[in-house]
């Protein structure tokens, strides 16, 4: 199986920055390994559907990115280190949401944006952003 679980989320003010880790591990995991995985990040603010936020390719060459960050998050991943992570600066109270990692493994060293694209998925972590 597949466990991801985040972390890093927290409450911060409008226009601060904070990163979110998510670390990978499990037997179906470690077989084939990080760099067989695409990886994305999600969020869901309440009341409201879950919105793809981020991808990454396996090896990291192509990244993907919702209008509404680009430019301000960058996704980013250490295979070695079985670790993918979401930087976000410039945050805005819009940004508000629970965040969620996912993984799927790909052959193809593409990135995923669709959520029903992806087979794990974390626990997600809170990330609330002040006015």
């Known amino acids: 199986q597949v466990q991801l679980v985040e972390s890093g989320g927290g409450l911060v003010q409008a226009g601060g920055s904070l990163r979110l880790s998510c670390a990978a591990s499990?037997?179906?995991?470690?077989?084939?390994?990080?760099?067989?995985?695409?990886m994305g990040w999600f969020r869901q603010a309440p009341a409201k559907e879950r919105e793809f936020v981020a991808a990454?390719?396996?090896?990291?060459?192509?990244?993907y990115y919702a209008d509404s960050v680009e430019g301000r998050f960058t996704i980013s991943r250490d295979n070695a280190k079985n670790t993918v992570y979401l930087q976000m600066n410039s945050l805005k109270p819009e940004d508000t949401a629970v965040y969620y990692c996912a993984a799927v493994r790909s052959l193809s060293d593409d990135g995923r944006t669709r959520e029903y694209e992806y087979d794990y998925w974390g626990q997600g972590t809170q990330v609330t952003v002040s006015s």
């Open positions: 499990g037997r179906t995991f470690s077989s084939y390994g990080m760099d067989s995985y695409a």
């Open positions: 990454i390719s396996w090896s990291g060459a192509n990244r």
